[in-house]
């Protein structure tokens, strides 16, 4: 956009009463009357605004203001003629407006700051928008921005704030990708701050990749249009500000078991003809069964809803009958084999739609103010690349949301379990098309704003985010006591809040793209994008070589989403692509089940990291310095890259080999400082090396046995079955055909290879039936220490909620050439049930 900048100057206090922890400013200057707002909202949140009649807030907000909660905080404040201080617990904040307003965070008694706005030049009108510039550390860490191209470190670099369907995207240079979340954190030793912008209107975030000679290196964010609405979170660590980010805009959902399982895809099933779709649906299924590759679900690809006549495009909530011609039926069959549908819906339509004439009567597009019509645009209409003239749907009509829930619930009726919320991001070609604004969802923002309808003002993000409420809200009023899940490719920091998860979107098949992958990845966890993953394998591009697949699975399998499917096109084949199938060579085709069926085994791992996400907002898949700040190498340029290594939990930490013919992986062992014994690190694959923390590793890992994998000393990893199981108590259609019950446990868990000199390791872990809205869920904790020749554990297991596990009795793994006796620490029975097939030595805990 043009830069039309203007710097309000002038600023005096409107409200004077020092004792508030609070500022309001206005600047009465030629250009108009600008507002400045800064409040202390909580222990360490910050609220910031600046308006004028011209850039008035963001109408609906991502967020709801907050209420003020200081109880039971410090706080104090002290005020000169431009200049006040504002003491909130651990948090000084100074706001100075001699010339410009200029915010600066720091801990109390600590001169260094941690935020501060660029001084003469922080809050800025900038035609239609605002621009807001602060002060840059070259130094820090920045990440966040939702997804982000690699590396993990967004310093010195520039992005669009919007969302774009970037098919077959440059890992490490295509920007924007999917998502449209304004949060950037600031992290280093010291300490973390979070700017976040709750506007769904499109602009950009420049971190520090200009410097100029006047105003030295600075940061600056702009915003299309409106005015200004910030807030500034601070915390120790990471962990603390992506908590209180969660407790501002929402912790992530609850996501259904069965959905951490293998998630299997692929555009050209359910495009077919010949044969038709429902039959090759079906007999891919079987072939998973037939190679014993265990699934939970199948992403259905919008080819079901491709008209079978004339013009054969994109219907959305319609089943072409020639592919489909029973769809209850159909999904019945899969339903009995165990695998759960998830169907592709895309939020726009095609002036052949039946319903078309509908929604334009039902004002349910958005209109062109220069024709009074809708806004038309060229759309994905069938196969790759094939356009066709349609409108996008305008969520903010009361008639456009109604039709799609009506319709989300048609295919829920259908048999359908889960919606795939797909091309959500909106890439609009106008921002001066108009939304129609009666929806009861935006009715009282409706109210505030009479004067604006644009979508430039209101924001495009905006109907991703009610596009996943109205799916969310359809499913669960259908089955309230049933988890409803939604998959998102686009997200705002709201959208969240409805979908349970998203991912990459339309990657390439490339050992660049797997690597770089691990970057967005760590992003998207402390933008609360937790139940994320990638398509394995690639989804546009060349097929998988056997390694690379393999590399693919392997890495895969240690993060919250693992789905395979892809759309591969090429000049011959435009139209149903080609697929990556797990069993698509038989070389590998062992390899491959094998990784998967480890998948399924740690599942109750797995689904306890996402029941944490859920109730603390920690990511299973978190950057190497996650809890380890004060290791000074984890703020080294490599580690800050994010693309080779992560964490997984508590205990797992995953490595990676990124090029062919590489069988050496490289692995940085983060150390906690002041520990009194630190214990290192444990190779989970032969030769089962153990590693003292703080040094650099390289670790052998043959292609066809497995990445990098290292645990923890003192962690532990509940495990079940290899294979697909029932939780008694999800009684949904496709669970109940599961005949394998949840009725094994083990934990594995990594002592120090002699004694732990006292030191007790306590690990816990969650349960629940995986299913349920409001969960009666157990905790179970395993504590244990060692000696020389012993191994003494304990168990406790809190079921008082009345969820009772089908399994009883507890495994106790030891880690490969550990044959130190288990004991319990309270005399309770504990059986040698003798060695694995990994060779590991198992005792049996009764209770």
Known sequence: MPQKEYTPKGYQQTQTQDSNPAVFLNSNAKKGSFDFSFEAVRENLFRVTFTSADHPLPPYPSVTKPETKLDGVAVSTSSGSSQKSIEVGDVKATVEWEHTPVVSLSWKGDDKPLYRDLALRSYVADGTGIAHYTEHDRKALHVGLGEKSAPMDLSSRRFELSATDSFGYDVYNTDPLYKHIPLLIKADASGCVAVFSTTHGRGSWNVGSEVDGLWGHFKVYRQDFGGLE??????????????????????????????????????????????????????????????????????????????????????????????FPDPEKWIAEYHSRGIRMITNIKPFTLASHPDFQKLIDGNGFFKDPETGEPGYMRLWSAGGGTGG????????????????????????????????????????????????????????????????????????????????????????????????????RSATAGTMRYSASTWSGDNVTSWESMKGANALSLNAAMSLLQCEGHDIGGFEGPQPSPELLVRWVQIGTYSPRFAINCFKTSPDNNEVGDVIEPFMYPEVTPQVRATIKRRYEILPYIYNLGLESHYHASPPQRWVGWGYESDPEVWTKALKRGEEQFWFGETILVGGVYEPGVKVGKVYLPRKANDKFDYGFVNMNAPYTYYASGQWVEITSEWKESIPLLAKIGGAIPIGKSVQTRIPGDETAASVAITEIDDYRGVEIFPPKSTSHGTVFTNTWREDDGISVQPKGATYTLTYETTEDRIIVGFDKDESSGFTPAWKDLDIILHNGDERRVIESTGKTVEYKGTDSRGREVYTLRY
């Open 230 to 323: 910030q807030y500034l979170i601070v915390g120790k660590t990471l962990k603390d500000v992506v908590r209180s980010y969660a407790e501002l805009v929402g912790f992530p959902l609850l996501v259904p078991r069965w959905a951490y399982g293998y998630i299997s895809g692929g555009y050209r099933y359910s495009a077919m003809d010949n044969p038709p779709a429902n039959q090759a649906l079906i007999e891919f299924a079987d072939k998973l069964k037939e190679h014993d590759i265990p699934v939970s679900a199948h992403q259905m690809s919008s080819g079901y809803s491709i008209s079978e006549h004339e013009p054969k495009v994109r219907t959305v909530f319609t089943w072409n009958r020639y592919r």
């Open 389 to 488: 003239d349609g409108c996008h749907v305008d969520f903010t009509s009361a008639a456009a949301f109604k039709w799609w829930y009506d319709g989300v619930q048609f295919l829920k009726k259908s048999g359908i379990d889960g919606m795939w919320n797909d091309n959500n991001e909106y890439t609009l070609p106008s921002d001066d098309w108009r939304v129609d604004l009666t929806e009861p969802t935006v009715a009282d923002a409706a109210k505030k704003q009479t004067k604006d309808n644009t979508v430039g003002l209101w924001g495009r993000a905006m109907h991703t985010e009610l596009m996943g409420k109205a799916s969310h809200d359809a499913l669960r009023d259908l089955e309230p006591n049933v988890r409803p899940f939604v998959l998102t």
